[in-house]
């Protein structure tokens, strides 16, 4: 029978890497999660939510149908690596420019050839995808050697995002965050919610946010990374968007500092607001205490997120 679309696992966010035998670390890669569904030579490439992929990455669906097996299911990430070899989810965010080289992380193996292996410890499901994908085009997303401190530092020498640690024992647990895999970020990144943004040729700067239940909550400003090229396509994706109301629950407010975080009633006119439907990747470099960002700087557009999943990430 054909596979079907299974949740996948997911990490949460900590601020120390576990340490010991017990644990096992991969790098953590700057791109879009995709489960990837074999059925003979029908692919189905799937986001997080269960999106189709398959026009947007035709070459990572030619590489999973290669694969020496009639049925899989097999969780990754799908990079965009630079002339080093490094991901970078900007040349992602442009992969119809021909920039850079769009590659298939695989991770882990959840079914193949009709037989279930998420009950089984994450060594084994690694191993037996090791041997499926041994040879094609698919890269595996290798377990790294050495100690969790020697690894943080090599990674951050490189200048890559951060680890993910998993436990070796671990099974597959579709859609939960049990603690049995976590992520370490080596600068602080995440997904926010635009819900306006300061015009100016065509815009300056977007103001993002992220949902604390039902509530859109501002994080600031994020100026940094915007280019022509960039601006005008937010631009472009926004002004459909364009709304009288503000979105956010906690504005205007009187937080005010050097870093000039918050946004006050009379700033209120200088901005633009929208409907909060459009998501981005933005790293900063730290939460004020006003619980703003500091040196917001955007990423990219994560179209493989719905708003309302967005969430403030523990630190």
């Known amino acids: 029978p054909a596979p079907t679309f299974v949740a996948p696992m997911l990490a949460r966010t900590v601020a120390v890497v576990p340490e010991g035998g017990a644990w096992s670390y991969e790098i953590k890669w700057d791109g879009y999660r995709a489960l990837a569904i074999k059925h003979g030579d029908v692919v189905r490439l799937l986001s997080r939510k269960g999106k189709t992929m398959n026009d947007d990455f035709p070459s990572v669906v030619e590489a999973i149908r290669a694969l020496p097996v009639n049925t899989a299911v097999i969780d990754g990430e799908i990079v965009a690596l630079d002339d080093q070899g490094r991901p970078s989810f900007q040349m992602l965010q442009h992969?119809?420019?021909?920039?850079?080289?769009?590659?298939?992380?695989?991770?882990?193996?959840?079914?193949?050839?009709?037989?279930?292996?998420?009950?089984?410890?994450?060594?084994?499901?690694?191993?037996?995808?090791?041997?499926?994908?041994?040879?094609?085009?698919?890269?595996?997303?290798?377990?790294?050697?050495?100690?969790?401190?020697?690894?943080?530092?090599?990674?951050?020498?490189?200048?890559?995002?951060?680890?993910v640690a998993k436990r070796r024992t671990s099974t597959y647990q579709s859609g939960e965050r049990s603690g049995d895999w976590v992520k370490f970020k080596l600068s602080p990144e995440q997904e926010f919610v635009v819900g306006g943004f300061k015009p100016g040729n065509p815009l300056e700067s977007l103001v993002?946010?992220?949902?604390?239940?039902?509530?859109?909550?501002?994080?600031?400003?994020?100026?940094?990374?915007?280019?022509?090229?960039?601006?005008?396509?937010?631009?472009?994706?926004?002004?459909?968007?364009?709304?009288?109301?503000?979105?956010?629950?906690?504005?205007?407010?009187?937080?005010?500092?050097?870093?000039?975080?918050?946004?006050?009633?009379?700033?209120?006119?200088?901005?633009?607001?929208?409907?909060?439907?459009?998501?981005?990747?933005?790293?900063?470099?730290?939460?004020?205490?006003?619980?703003?960002?500091?040196?917001g700087e955007f990423k990219g557009l994560r179209t493989d997120k719905a708003p309302r999943e967005v969430v403030r990430d523990p630190v």
């Open 208 to 295: 993002v946010g992220y949902y604390e239940g039902n509530k859109l909550i501002c994080a600031g400003k994020v100026r940094q990374g915007l280019n022509p090229r960039n601006r005008r396509e937010l631009h472009n994706l926004l002004e459909p968007l364009l709304s009288d109301i503000c979105p956010f629950a906690n504005l205007p407010n009187s937080k005010k500092s050097h870093w000039g975080e918050g946004i006050t009633a009379a700033q209120m006119k200088e901005h633009v607001w929208v409907m909060p439907r459009v998501v981005v990747q933005a790293s900063f470099a730290e939460w004020t205490r006003g619980g703003n960002l500091r040196h």
């Open 95 to 163: 992969r119809a420019s021909g920039e850079g080289m769009i590659v298939d992380y695989a991770c882990d193996l959840l079914q193949v050839d009709g037989e279930d292996w998420r009950d089984r410890p994450l060594t084994e499901r690694k191993k037996k995808l090791q041997e499926i994908i041994s040879g094609t085009e698919v890269r595996m997303s290798v377990s790294l050697v050495g100690n969790a401190e020697q690894i943080v530092g090599e990674v951050r020498k490189l200048g890559l995002e951060g680890i």
